[in-house]
């Protein structure tokens, strides 16, 4: 199962910022918070990743709260190619070994 | 940023026949892959895990003997759907982990739609 709760779904207006949260309260303390997004019959894609403190990319923002019990996923300027169901995941090293378990993750529908 | 290519990105075949399915790593070499299926509406679910020069790990309720794994060099896995059958119709994704230069976030394919009719 997966260890993660997120919202099945929410919606953004294009140009303002989405929030997607996701709740951890089972991670231990080696294990990272990644995000993965997946649009619509593709693969899923790799957006950030971070294990205690907040990180940044040139895709989105990831804040930590310091217990680690849950985090946001921060895309500060939504637009309509960002609609896709995003993944928050917790995991050792991304996969390498071998347990991605990916739950439902939020269906993000930005609109115009 | 990395590249997992897999091809083909679709096909439709007839039940009881086979299909293969690649999955290469472009520009970094992947001791280790991962295959997942993904049916409509639901997430990826991890099948198995196919390690360079040995024998892939299944996980369980995944029949080995049906879902075929080779991983013959660093940048290439293959999974063959044996005697395909209409429930096996599916979304297959391999993924890949760049272990090199501290990079542990892990990279799919654009995934194979598999259609059995």
């Known amino acids: 199962d997966a260890k993660t709760t997120q919202p099945p779904s929410m919606d953004c207006a294009e140009g303002r910022a989405a929030n997607l949260p996701c709740n951890h309260s089972?991670?231990?303390?080696?294990?990272?918070v990644y995000w993965y997004r997946q649009i619509h019959s593709q693969g899923p894609q790799y957006i950030i990743h971070g294990l205690k403190n907040n990180e940044t990319n040139e895709m989105a923002s990831l804040i930590i709260t310091e217990d680690r019990k849950s985090s946001t996923l921060i895309l500060p300027h939504a637009t309509l190619r960002d609609t896709a169901v995003y993944y928050c995941i917790v995991s050792n090293y991304g996969g390498s070994q071998g347990n991605l378990i990916f739950g439902k993750g939020t269906k993000l529908s930005v609109k115009p | 940023g990395a590249v997992v290519s897999q091809h083909p990105s679709w096909v439709i075949c007839k039940s009881g026949t086979s299909v293969k399915i690649e999955c290469r790593s472009l520009d970094f070499q992947a001791t280790t892959m991962f295959w997942y299926r993904q049916f409509p509406k639901q997430s990826l679910m991890l099948m198995a895990t196919?390690?360079?020069?040995?024998?892939?790990?299944?996980e369980q309720g995944v029949e080995k003997d049906k879902f075929l794994i080779n991983h013959a060099s660093l940048t290439l896995s293959t999974l063959t759907v044996t005697s395909a059958h209409p429930e096996d119709s599916s979304f297959y994704i391999c993924s890949a982990t760049r272990g090199d230069r501290g990079r542990t976030e892990a990279f799919f394919g654009q995934g194979t739609r598999l259609t059995v009719v």
């Open positions: 089972t991670i231990s303390g080696n294990e990272y």
């Open positions: 196919s390690n360079e020069g040995s024998k892939a790990t299944y």
